[in-house]
């Protein structure tokens, strides 16, 4: 007999009502549904069933967000990474996914194939961080350049998806 596979469930379109209550959550991960319900003028009941979908479609998950500076992460980098042969890319890149420092990976189609953004204790921790990247088949080379002065670590700005 033939398994049937059953098919993922699709993300529902999100609406302006969905973007809205997402940008108060953005403003205050704790905000109550009653507070967001009032504020849109909706029912309480609504706002919960479609916080819940957003949550089970994986657009949104709550967290805590620190701010890295004053729990004591000194040194922040981006890393260019140049990796040889290229068909080496995914599995350098769920590597290095895998490295608690990594705040952002992403392949390029610039002169490097993978950009590594990582946050680390100090320097000295950076320059390990970069030796253990070094140690992983198909790193040919990295380039580093420190951030001497974060000004802006956010979200993505939900209304300029509306413009």
């Not at 109550?32 to 609504?46: C, D, P, Q, R, W």
């Not at 992403?106 to 100090?122: F, Q």
């Amino acid at each position: 007999m033939a398994k049937h596979k059953i098919p993922e469930k699709l993300p529902t379109q999100l609406d302006d009502l969905d973007f809205s209550i997402l940008s108060f959550l953005q403003q205050d991960g704790r905000v109550s549904f009653t507070v967001i319900a009032e504020k849109l003028n909706v029912s309480i009941g609504t706002i919960r069933t479609r916080f819940n979908r957003l949550i089970e479609e994986g657009t949104i998950n709550i967290i805590g967000r620190v701010d890295p500076d004053k729990v004591g992460f000194r040194s922040y980098a981006h890393i260019a990474v140049y990796i040889r042969p290229a068909t080496f890319k995914e599995h350098v890149a769920r590597q290095i996914a895998q490295l608690p420092e990594v705040s952002f990976l992403a392949m390029t189609s610039g002169s490097y194939d993978l950009e590594v953004n990582v946050m680390c204790r100090d320097n000295d921790h950076l320059v390990q961080f970069v030796n253990q990247l070094s140690e992983i088949e198909g790193v040919y080379q990295t380039n580093t350049t420190i951030y001497f002065k974060v000004y802006k670590y956010a979200q993505p700005d939900l209304m300029l998806l509306k413009q």
